[in-house]
């Protein structure tokens, strides 16, 4: 950005009683790492970047280091990383009245994208996309639970007999959201003032929990406001005396929380999924887009569900794929198709969870998809009933995060469409993550084996 345009940009913020800004970017596991700047710095900021300690792509989300990263450690003294903003995200944090925000993109010390950074990984897949022709539309709904807790009660409690916001199962209550109207308000409009429009809210089933559908856009201000949202819910919350979590699977009594992800690609200002003069109104174009997703979906399921807990919500049951599959209004595929030859015809993916990094989901859902068109590579039969019921005859999908792991370091064509770099640091996140896990002594554990063995 010139000095001119930037020296406007601060001059405006200015007028308009923005006395200091918040910004950063997001780590390998979504996490908004950050801080808060004055105006001059931000001035100084747009004008040619600033530093930001790349340990953020050196440890993992409890802020412990890595023992197996290379592309920073203690082998390179953990030094800056080149952060540039990016002006179109700025925006207004409605409930940190004078401060405005806006988001980064990391560079490697040749100015290129820097391998661990997120939204630069989207960016890249993004610029395939447009060499090919498309540009690309999504959003993300999620599933959350909000609790009568807060952050200090969580830990008092060790995160176990918390009072969830409301009991029962209770999904899409009239009764529920109005017992709660200030705080649905609040949500509503907190997130229309923060530019994340949201065009559904409502109780999902389950105590205390909620789904919010976040209205699409162009694909990197989808995954930003996917991304922001789980930020500006955890701080609304917080306000209001509540804890939120975006786990998949909290409670092993209760559904998961889901993180679908709806997407559609655009050529010439028309959606290349519409035509409904296609055979079963599926166009080649989308029949090879979910080709290439259900052949990748297996090797790329790691990126898809990052966490240990995401696998404990792939069982029978509880709507949760199990199998790469998809299917016409079908809830229990992996890929749902919805509203076939009009111009909302789209693709659902169903696979992911809540505990997503949106970045990275809808980087390997887009470059699979993408990947699929360019070979021409056929989907499977659709699935008509309980897709997971199948699982003999489509391909399963990883059951733990090891497996997934495994997968992904093993998949050529992961490489292929994501980089190399990425995808190796990606994998040695991944295994730190279950090395970590290993090392535990759970709950369950102790009370199975402790007085019995």
Not at 143 to 150: N, S
């Amino acid at each position: 950005m010139t000095a001119s345009t930037s020296e406007k940009l601060v001059s405006d913020l200015e007028a308009r009683g923005i006395t200091r800004a918040k910004i950063g970017g997001f780590d390998i596991d979504g996490i908004l790492r950050g801080k808060y700047v004055s105006l001059e710095k931000l001035k100084s900021a747009l004008g040619g970047g600033f530093g930001f300690c790349d340990v953020i792509f050196g440890w993992d989300i409890a802020d412990v280091l890595y023992d197996n990263a290379k592309v920073t450690g203690w082998h390179t003294g953990y030094p800056d990383a080149h952060a540039v903003l990016d002006p179109s995200t700025l925006r207004d944090i409605p409930w940190e009245p004078g401060t405005a925000a806006m988001l980064a993109d990391f560079r490697d010390e040749h100015g290129g994208p820097h391998p661990a950074c997120p939204r630069s990984l989207l960016r890249g897949v993004l610029a395939r996309a447009e060499r090919m022709g498309y540009s690309a539309k999504l959003s993300c709904e999620y599933e959350f639970f909000l609790f009568d807790e807060t952050p200090r009660s969580l830990h008092d409690k060790r995160f176990a007999g918390l009072s969830p916001l409301s009991p029962g199962m209770f999904g899409y209550s009239w009764v529920r959201e109005g017992q709660h109207r200030e705080l649905m308000a609040a949500i509503l409009d907190g997130m229309r003032a923060f530019d994340v429009e949201i065009e559904g809210l409502h109780t999902e089933t389950g105590p205390g929990v909620y789904e919010a559908a976040i209205r699409y856009d162009d694909a990197l201000r989808a995954a930003d406001k996917a991304a922001l949202f789980k930020v500006a819910m955890k701080q609304i919350a917080h306000e209001h005396g509540l804890s939120v979590t975006f786990m998949a699977k909290w409670n092993a009594d209760l559904p998961g929380s889901s993180g679908h992800l709806h997407q559609s690609l655009w050529k010439d200002g028309q959606n290349v999924f519409q035509d409904a003069s296609a055979p079963g109104r599926i166009p080649a174009a989308l029949r090879h887009y979910i080709g290439g997703q259900i052949a990748l979906m297996p090797e790329l399921t790691a990126l898809y569900s990052p966490t240990i807990n995401a696998y404990k919500r792939y069982v029978p049951g509880v709507w949760a794929p199990l199998t790469a599959s998809w299917g016409v209004e079908n809830r229990t595929a992996a890929i749902r198709l919805i509203g076939l030859g009009t111009p909302g015809a789209r693709v659902e993916y169903r696979q992911t969870a809540a505990d997503i990094n949106p970045y990275l989901a809808m980087a390997a859902c887009l470059a699979a998809g993408l990947h699929g068109i360019e070979h021409g590579i056929e989907p499977p039969p659709p699935s008509g009933g309980d897709a997971s019921s199948a699982a003999s005859s489509r391909h399963a999908l990883p059951r733990s995060l090891a497996e997934a792991t495994r997968l992904l370091a093993e998949s050529r064509r992961a490489r292929e469409i994501l980089g190399e770099t990425f995808v190796d640091h990606y994998v040695q996140t991944r295994d730190w993550e279950v090395r970590q896990y290993e090392r535990a002594v759970t709950d369950w554990e102790l009370k199975r084996y402790f007085e019995a063995v």
